[in-house]
């Protein structure tokens, strides 16, 4: 069954800007909505009633549901046991817990959070920011995006020291001047792949040249 429509449930607001900045280019015929839910904790503790929600209205099976949560330091595999625990009680199928074939609510951990994924695709970066080094990637700090101990501290470090967010780290612009520049296909984060193989998968697409 084809898929129309992707409800996202989400923690910030820089999640839903870089979502937009990117989608309209890698999916253009994806129709979605981005839900910010107030950080990390608050989007745990509303998720449930979210999908009991979602549950009772009979949400229709053209429609899927993307959970994303930053890891930030917390055990992968609890935190995606807790998310499918959640789908589970609202009787929305998973991939761990499906419905025949059917796949309702799909549970996505951003590794360890966004400003990882800028360092995947560094070149973007420096097209919404010119003046940040170039050679960034080839740190060994950076090499493995997935691996960086504190992306957020460590991109807003790199920024200052380049003459940008001088007063602190603004999230939501740093997002939106960034996603468009950002070329799926090249990103080297692991975490994002998953994440973008997963859109492509479920909208029936192989190759996207975004």
Same mark, same amino acid.
């Given at each position: 069954?084809?898929?129309?429509?992707? !409800?996202?449930? &989400?923690?910030?607001?820089s999640m839903e800007a870089?979502?937009?900045?990117?989608?309209?280019?890698?999916?253009?015929?994806?129709?979605?909505?981005?839900?910010?839910?107030?950080?990390?904790?608050?989007?745990?503790?509303?998720?449930?009633?979210r999908l009991k929600g979602? %549950? #009772?209205?009979?949400?229709?099976?053209?429609?899927?549901?993307?959970?994303?949560?930053?890891?930030?330091?917390?055990?992968?595999?609890?935190?995606? %046991?807790? &998310?499918?625990?959640?789908?589970?009680?609202?009787?929305?199928?998973?991939?761990?817990?499906?419905?025949?074939?059917?796949?309702?609510?799909? #549970?996505?951990?951003?590794?360890?959070?966004?400003?990882?994924?800028?360092?995947?695709?560094? !070149?973007?970066?420096?097209? %919404?920011?010119?003046?940040?080094?170039?050679?960034?990637?080839?740190?060994?700090?950076?090499?493995?995006?997935?691996?960086?101990?504190?992306?957020?501290?460590?991109? !807003?470090?790199?920024?200052?020291?380049?003459?940008?967010?001088?007063?602190?780290?603004?999230?939501? !612009?740093?997002?939106?001047?960034?996603?468009?520049?950002?070329?799926?296909?090249? #990103?080297?984060?692991?975490?994002?792949?998953?994440?973008?193989?997963? &859109?492509?998968?479920?909208?029936?697409?192989?190759?996207?040249?975004?």
């Amino acid at each position: 069954m084809r898929v129309e429509h992707v !409800e996202f449930l &989400l923690e910030e607001e820089s999640m839903e800007a870089f979502l937009n900045g990117l989608l309209p280019r890698a999916f253009p015929e994806l129709d979605y909505q981005c839900h910010p839910l107030g950080g990390k904790r608050e989007l745990l503790k509303r998720v449930p009633q979210r999908l009991k929600g979602y %549950a #009772n209205q009979g949400i229709p099976g053209t429609w899927r549901i993307i959970v994303m949560v930053d890891q930030n330091g917390q055990d992968c595999h609890t935190l995606k %046991a807790r &998310l499918e625990e959640f789908a589970h009680k609202a009787s929305l199928p998973t991939i761990t817990h499906p419905q025949g074939e059917q796949v309702i609510v799909i #549970n996505r951990i951003v590794v360890p959070c966004l400003e990882a994924w800028y360092f995947g695709d560094w !070149e973007a970066v420096r097209q %919404a920011y010119p003046r940040v080094p170039e050679g960034i990637p080839h740190k060994a700090l950076f090499r493995q995006p997935d691996a960086i101990r504190n992306p957020t501290q460590s991109f !807003e470090q790199i920024m200052q020291k380049s003459g940008y967010f001088r007063t602190g780290l603004r999230k939501k !612009e740093a997002a939106e001047n960034i996603s468009p520049y950002l070329k799926p296909e090249r #990103n080297t984060s692991h975490s994002f792949q998953v994440f973008y193989r997963t &859109l492509q998968t479920i909208l029936g697409v192989k190759d996207v040249n975004g």
